[in-house]
């Protein structure tokens, strides 16, 4: 069972949304441990845990819940922790921006943010003691954990709404790309094979 920790961001349609009304929506969703981020206007940004046998799942299942209860015309624009910057990780390992950067790090992706799943290796290797004869780093990596998992699902989820295999709208899988957004399949399709 993958449990994640991840944020959706969600474009709202044009008009005024009450922010209170859009924080029912969540909670009556189901998400009541939900941190809401209203602050810019037009979108909807929900920071959240969820658990499914496949994290892309645990993400579009959470989503679909969601979406179900905002105003129609809304669309799922990005899930994160995609691409992130180092100061994103230090703070959530408890440590300094500075400590990551003596480590070897993978190159950025884009605008100096690097992919999530990269660093995630990285900060496992130095918390396990590997990775060039670097010393044991001390990292809350029990702490950042779930949302260490989730850099890999959210990167296929945004890919599948960037490319449009998943619709932001529907949140619904094109069938023929699914091999696409799952980078394996679920424990039951894989029992379903055996049999």
Do not use: C
């Not at 998400?31 to 496949?54: H, K, Q, S």
Request: hydrophobic residues 45%.
């Amino acid at each position: 069972m993958a449990e994640i920790e991840f944020e959706l961001i969600f474009a709202l349609p044009e008009g005024e949304h009450d922010a209170f009304d859009l924080m029912d929506a969540v909670f009556e969703a189901g998400f009541e441990d939900a941190i809401v981020g209203t602050g810019v206007p037009g979108m909807l940004g929900v920071a959240m845990e969820a658990a499914n046998e496949r994290a892309e799942d645990a993400i579009l299942n959470a989503a679909r819940a969601i979406h179900n209860h905002l105003p129609a015309g809304t669309v799922l624009r990005e899930v994160r922790p995609d691409l992130v910057s180092l100061a994103d990780v230090a703070k959530r390992l408890d440590v300094t921006r500075q400590s990551l950067q003596k480590r070897k790090m993978p190159p950025p992706s884009q605008g100096g943010l690097f992919r999530m799943e990269e660093v995630a290796v990285v900060i496992m290797d130095a918390a396990l003691g590997k990775g060039g004869g670097k010393r044991r780093g001390r990292f809350a990596v029990d702490k950042a954990e779930k949302w260490l998992s989730a850099g890999r699902p959210a990167r296929r989820v945004n890919a599948g709404l960037a490319v449009g295999v998943i619709d932001g709208a529907t949140l619904e899988v094109d069938e023929s790309a699914r091999h696409f957004i799952y980078s394996e399949p679920a424990p039951s399709e894989n029992r379903a094979e055996i049999a």
